[in-house]
């Protein structure tokens, strides 16, 4: 039955205009928000590279801290840098297969009280503040063995780094869609077969990501650090003695008057902040060139 | 002998009973299909001839699936080695999204290991072939296997199946995702299946269980209405839920 024209109702309401207004005025000020919560991020990347720039020469990378009477440029962070490399290094060996190997138990093999014991230990790590995981490797292991080490930083640290990688790994084994593991079984592959060359890879570049969040927490990492490696004035290789590491050097350094310290403080710290940038960067781009070979 | 023989099976999903003393036989080289109306059960029964449905958490069943005289429930039967030799393509297509065409068509040789590398190329062009894929993609065999239509990932899902050389191959509703021309595809190639292997068939669409299927089970609340040739089933049935179900008079 069609209805004659005149009977419908018009198209172009009054309404139309001020739901219209309403729209424009409710989208800006999301953006505003958005915008506000970018302001932070801007600031700090734009304070630390100002400030930390002029800290940058070959010294800098190669040469050891200055001594007190020592003329600006002539000392460097070199000792911190291999701290921090052998620290955060040590602890992804840690934690990241062990993190991996949980996540695998929990998305696919996990069920029933195990799992759920597994899954809020995760959960409690991930909220621990980091100077307690610190502070209970200084009871044991530094108190076992009467000095202050590079291990055992990496151990505090690989503490607070596994539930990262554990959490984000299991959440992206769990985004592979169910569907490829059946056709992976159906085939006749067993079980480990279809974690292993078709869960795991599928979700690879996931993985990686949640691997680098861990690193990057890691690698800013300061409390558990001061507890645990204490920190070294001189270049340490032994992962058994006390050891430096870049944050303790922003930290200590930051508190100091003198204007040379403060200045490689602010270098340490924009140090760090490019090797976070760069690592997140250069995961991304692997995880898009995957995405991009697949799509 | 490879006719797959189902005795009195039951299965549940946790408490819930969804199949209630199932009897069926699928005939060797013909093509069996399982009809009913959603829930019914079709699909949980065909995922319980190659032992899948115990992958889905709480799900068990119990009963006997006999497959060339050896049941696939017995105490020591490898639910591996059953599902190697009961291959099954699934509702929608899903090739491994990290692998070529060609690793996707022999995934299941390759990755169960041990496999002469320079056999590889026949095995896959063998199943692509069988699939009726292989002048399609024989030119790029190398890209993923994601990037083919989605009809195409059907068949290179059949492929996959058919490369490990199963005996039966069970197919779940394997067109319903596809568009007209690609179904037609996929039934064509089911009548071309069924020279050399044993197809069991869960379709929703009755009209393709008609034209594709020798056999048609009829199923409903979890139990078999009806088993008889398809000509049967769908002509003259015996049971008047059979007929109101076949005639669309609900379902």
Known sequence: MAVAVADRRPLATGLSRSRWMKDRVFSAFLLLCAALALVPLVVIAMFVVVRGVSALNINFFTKLPPGPLDPPHTGGIANAIVGTGMIIGLAVVLSVPLGIATAIYLSEYGRGRIATVVRFTANTLLATPSIIAGLVVAATVVTWTHSFSAYAASLAISILMWPVVTRATEEVLRLVPQELREG???????????????????????????????????????????????????????????????????????????????????????????????????????????????? | MTSLEVRQLDAWFGKAKVLKSIDVVAADRAVTAIIGPSGCGKSTLLRCMNRMHE?????????????????????????????????????????????????????????????????????????????????????????????????????????????????????????????????????????????????????????????????????????????????????????????????GRFG
Not at chain 2, 83 to 90: A, C, E, L, P, T
Not at chain 2, 184 to 211: G, P, S, W
């Open chain 1, 184 to 295: 992976a079984l159906a085939l006749g592959l067993p079980r480990w077969k279809v974690v292993v060359k078709i869960v795991i890879p599928t979700a690879g570049s996931g993985i990686l990501t949640g691997v680098m969040l861990a690193v990057s927490r890691g690698l800013g990492e300061t409390a558990a650090i001061l507890l645990t490696a204490l920190g070294n004035s001189y270049m340490n290789t032994s992962y058994g003695r006390p050891t430096a590491s870049i944050t303790l050097d922003i930290y200590s350094w930051a508190r100091q008057p003198q204007p040379v310290l403060q200045e490689l403080a602010w270098g340490a710290a924009l140090t760090l902040m490019t090797t976070v940038l760069v690592l997140s960067i250069a995961a991304r781009v692997v995880s898009i060139r995957r995405q991009r070979r697949l799509a």
């Open chain 2, 55 to 247: 992958e889905v958490r709480g799900a068990r069943a119990e009963g006997e699936v006999l497959f060339g005289g050896q049941d696939v429930y017995a105490p020591d039967a490898d639910p591996v080695e059953v599902r190697r030799q009961i291959g099954m393509v699934f509702q929608r297509p899903n090739p491994f999204p990290t692998m070529s065409v060609f690793d996707n068509a022999v995934a299941g040789l390759k990755l169960a290991g041990r496999f002469p590398k320079a056999e590889l190329h026949d095995r896959a062009e063998k199943a692509l072939r069988a699939a009726g894929l292989w002048e399609e993609v024989k030119d790029r065999l190398q890209q993923p296997g994601g990037r083919l239509s989605g009809g195409q990932q059907q068949r290179l899902c059949i492929a996959r199946a058919l490369a490990v050389e199963p005996q039966i191959l069970l197919m779940d509703e394997p067109a319903s995702a596809l568009d007209p021309v690609s179904t037609l595809r996929i039934e064509e190639l089911i009548a071309e299946l069924k020279r050399d292997y044993t197809v069991i068939i869960v379709t929703h669409n009755m009209q393709q269980a008609a034209r594709v299927s020798d056999s048609t089970l009829f199923m409903l609340y979890g139990e078999v209405v009806e088993f008889a040739t398809t000509q049967k089933v769908f002509t003259n049935p015996e049971d008047r839920r059979t007929e109101d179900y076949v005639t």
